[in-house]
């Protein structure tokens, strides 16, 4: 079951999207936890803990490394599609790219950096031009939310429909 987010919440929660200069989009999303940076980084690249809150990756681990990533949170039949690891330097920095059958490849950077004793992390990803991006958004907004239920810091979101419901309107986004 989810815990309302506050309007307030929401506002500095939500993924920002920006226009870069050639015409992309730009999804950023900001969170930050009271926990050391190596947990953080544990949450993001340990197999048993990211299997708690995305899914499962099976390959080579390091800069270079290929595998196979199922989003085993996901609706319906979970199928790995291929990934890379385009970057990997503990516990600051993780970039990924997973092909995606129906859309662009995705690029995923994550970067962490400690401040003020908080851990803190960028999610950003670029989509195409004409990519309908607040879907993808809300889907991130979910995962992070799972993320954070992993490091102990608030209860993981209920099942998708309820958190839909939740933050949608903050997205423009309506339950039909």
Not at 135 to 163: S, V
């Amino acid at each position: 079951m989810t815990t309302p987010e506050t309007a307030t919440d929401l506002a500095t929660r939500r993924g920002v999207v920006t226009r870069l200069d050639d015409g992309r989009q730009r999804l950023e999303f900001r969170r930050s936890w009271p926990d050391p940076i190596e947990d953080v980084w544990g949450a993001l690249t340990e197999p048993d803990r990211l299997a708690r809150w995305i899914g499962v990756y099976d390959g080579e681990r390091g800069p270079g490394g290929t595998g196979s990533f199922v989003m085993t949170h996901e609706a319906g039949e979970h199928t790995g599609e291929p990934m890379t690891i385009l970057e990997c330097d503990p516990p600051r920095r993780l970039v990924v790219e997973w092909t995606q059958q129906e859309s662009e490849d995705w690029r995923v950077d994550l970067d962490l950096w400690t401040e003020a004793g908080r851990t803190h992390l960028s999610f950003l990803q670029v989509f195409p031009a004409d990519a309908d991006v607040v879907d993808f958004a809300m889907g991130w907004h979910w995962y992070l939310a799972k993320l954070e239920a992993e490091l102990g810091g608030a209860p993981a979101p209920g099942h998708w429909d309820a958190f839909y419901a939740e933050v949608g309107p903050s997205y423009g986004r309506t339950p039909s």
